[in-house]
């Protein structure tokens, strides 16, 4: 291992261990890395743009998307199930994905992305739109 390779190791432990001080001091932040933990099978080219999004605000926890399929259990024909600015409702047999597109007049507007056959393919569809 070369200089640098020790540096970055030094830096990521130095980061793990502000981290866990963190999670000590605030029970919501422990409970977000707990919400993301699936990041951690990951590559780290992907681990290092997920943990940005998650940053950001923009990133789906396997929590939040196990939240969204419980909702589309319960919800009604056509009741709207929202993922961040798009929806979702079923219309039996499909499920359909509305992407936002703009705000006109105070109410947003929404066009048909695509139809789906499962909640499963519609949620993940919904947050790759993110």
């Known amino acids: 291992m070369n200089e640098k390779q020790k540096e970055l190791l030094f830096k990521l432990g130095e ?3 502000e981290i866990a001080e963190e999670c000590g ?3 919501k932040f ?3 890395l707990i919400d993301n933990n699936d990041l951690y099978t990951m590559s780290l080219d992907e ?3 997920e943990w940005m999004a998650v940053a950001e605000g ?3 926890s396997t929590n939040q998307e196990n939240q969204i399929l419980q909702k589309l ?3 009604g024909e056509h009741e709207v199930v929202k993922v961040g600015k798009h929806q979702i409702y079923k219309e039996a047999p499909f499920y359909v994905l509305e992407k936002f597109e703009f705000v ?3 109410v947003d507007m929404f066009r048909v992305f ?3 056959e499962s909640k499963e393919e519609v949620v993940r569809a919904a947050i790759k739109l993110l």
């Open 15 to 17: 980061v793990f261990g």
């Open 25 to 27: 001091k605030d029970e």
């Open 30 to 32: 422990h409970q977000l």
């Open 47 to 49: 681990l290092s743009g």
């Open 58 to 60: 923009d990133r789906i």
């Open 73 to 75: 259990l319960t919800a």
């Open 104 to 106: 006109e007049d105070g």
């Open 114 to 116: 695509d139809t789906y």
